[in-house]
């Protein structure tokens, strides 16, 4: 067993449409295992597009790819102690005063 953990944060109350909002998405793995086929799932909801993606390791983990668009869909190898830093960016398109809600999930293997 191992103690996947991830955290998602936009750093703003709010963006204005047509607005670029960046999201800041950390994965780790506290152990006492590595894991090996970790999947980090990060959908776009309705109100964004235009997505792209970068990956960064930050502990001991390597990216299994360093850019994209879109999703983010990956299966990861977290070794004990490993994280890796998403940075994504992503075009506002719901109308003012609209709730858009993003989440992100990591399953185990």
């Known amino acids: 067993a191992s103690d996947l953990q991830i955290s ?3 750093g703003t109350q709010y963006v204005l449409p047509n607005g670029t909002v ?13 894991v090996e086929g970790a999947r980090l799932r990060d959908v776009l909801p309705a109100g964004l597009a235009d997505a792209l993606w970068t990956c960064t390791p930050l502990q001991l983990a390597s990216c299994p790819q360093a850019a994209g668009e879109g999703d983010i869909d990956q299966t990861l190898r977290l070794p004990v102690n490993g994280a890796l830093r998403y940075l994504l960016s992503a ?3 719901a109308p003012l005063g609209s709730t858009v809600t993003k989440t992100s999930a990591i399953e185990t293997p």
């Open 8 to 10: 998602k944060d936009d």
């Open 22 to 34: 960046l999201y800041e998405i950390l994965v780790a793995n506290a152990g006492p295992l590595d």
């Open 91 to 93: 075009r506002v398109t």
